[in-house]
């Protein structure tokens, strides 16, 4: 019996069939096949598996069927061969070792940014507290965005044309976007009045600094386009890096923009607060930069450059975005602060949450009456108050039920409009944020 047809009979195969042809005829000249003991099958699936290693704080070993998922079935697809163990504690190290190569180049991004003018003797102090902004803010998160390049670029580019000087790119540009997301935190931090952020004190409540941190913001900021400059200044995707990061950039602060006009500190108007200004929000806000921009930008380093291709991508993208931003807004207020790393502020800043969106499509007048009493306060009773009545009205499950509908089409969304690029690249984010904590 042909392999194929055996692979089908017992239930492995996980994705249509087109998806399961060898990478050759569904990627044309974009990429190779990945094999795994010659076979493209298991070498899609071992592709995704790989994602999820490289996107765990702590990687681990995995077999079919427990690893992977975490003990969570991936909608739409089943896995039923417990028995069959991919090659993981074979590959595992390779994993654990990009994150811990992203993590290492650090230390070249902060070399090369300011070691030739630190002792400059007219902007050397200036210099020395850029380094202070950069090992202050640039770290300590989970690198999620800067490492989908790493991987994304991994995925697409075939294995021969990964020589150090393309992967050093490919690693600088994911700090790229571990910089652009330490300027919107830094500024976002600042304009949400928040304390901590990754687990200690927000850069603009440190001693001596307060509203100073804007002007390092617009530090971090303008270390993007230094280091795009250095390192990518003689590739044929320059141009198109420096335009998808001014867009990215551009969008994420018109989303920022509808989040601050919607929710003004101290007027509290809950008419505002609709599922179609709230998705709009969380498009421009989160989706584009978070998820859009690591891939799209790995894309471009690796000649893929089409309109078809990108919109593709996006589609699957922005829906995870959206996904993805939900589960913050649960998280700021139902999450372990110990976890999440952060104490949420969303009721008090009179924040458009999913939250309190879903709370006012469910209130009746008496309900509505005690958000408006309540809602967009700094007054830790008035706070409890409106996370007892969301405990009341049911949220945390509805909550949960819109997690797994929305996985649910995540997963539809990657079968239709992942092909020609791997279905890996979205499986692996997708995954990574199912049931997340922080």
Not at 6 to 22: D, I, Q, T
Not at 238 to 248: H, K, P, V
Request: charged fraction near 25%.
């Amino acid at each position: 019996m042909p392999l194929s047809r055996f692979l089908r009979s017992v239930g492995v195969f996980l994705m249509p069939a087109p998806f399961w042809a060898p990478r050759e005829r569904w990627l044309g000249s974009l990429r190779r096949p990945s094999l795994v003991h010659g076979c493209p099958v298991l070498g899609a699936w071992h592709s995704a598996r790989c994602w999820f290693q490289v996107w765990t704080e702590e990687p681990r070993e995995c077999g079919w069927g427990e690893g992977l998922w975490g003990g969570e079935r991936l909608a739409g697809f089943s896995l039923a061969l417990p028995s069959l163990r991919m090659n993981g504690d074979q590959k595992s190290d390779v994993y654990t070792q990009e994150r811990q190569n992203f993590i290492q180049h650090f230390s070249q991004i902060v070399k090369v940014l300011t070691e030739e003018d630190i002792g400059h003797p007219e902007i050397g102090d200036g210099i020395a507290r850029l380094k202070e902004v950069l090992e202050y803010n640039a770290i300590g998160g989970k690198y999620n965005r800067g490492l989908t390049v790493l991987v994304a670029f991994r995925e697409l580019v075939e294995p021969r044309k990964q020589d150090a000087d393309s992967l050093r790119r490919a690693l600088t540009v994911g700090w790229c976007v571990e910089l652009l997301q330490a300027f919107f935190l830094v500024s976002d931090d600042i304009m949400d009045s928040s304390l901590t952020r990754r687990g200690q004190v927000c850069w603009y409540q440190k001693p001596g600094i307060g509203l100073d941190a804007v002007n390092d913001a617009l530090l971090l900021e303008a270390c993007i386009y230094r280091l795009l400059k250095v390192y990518c200044r003689d590739q044929p995707y320059y141009l198109n890096l420096i335009e998808l990061f001014l867009q990215s950039s551009y969008q994420t602060e018109i989303g920022q923009t509808l989040d601050l006009i919607t929710a003004p500190q101290g007027h509290v108007d809950l008419d505002k607060y609709t599922e179609k200004r709230y998705k709009s929000i969380v498009k421009y806000k989160t989706a584009f930069y978070s998820f859009y921009l690591p891939v799209a930008a790995a894309m471009y380093m690796a000649g893929i450059d089409g309109e078809k291709e990108h919109d593709s991508a996006k589609k699957i993208l922005l829906e995870m975005g959206e996904f993805f931003q939900i589960q913050d807004d649960f998280l700021d207020l139902f999450g372990d602060p110990s976890v999440t790393g952060k104490i949420g502020t969303d009721i008090q800043d009179n924040k458009c949450s999913w939250l309190v969106v879903q709370c006012l499509q469910r209130a009746t007048p008496e309900q509505r009456q005690i958000l408006q009493e309540n809602y967009g306060q700094k007054d830790a009773e008035k706070v409890a108050r409106v996370k007892a009545l969301y405990e009341d009205m049911a949220l945390p499950a509805v909550f949960s039920r819109y997690e797994e509908d929305s996985y649910n089409r995540l997963m539809s969304l990657i079968k239709q409009h992942a092909a020609p690029l791997p279905p890996a690249i979205f499986l692996g984010l997708a995954e990574k944020i199912y049931k997340r904590k922080k």
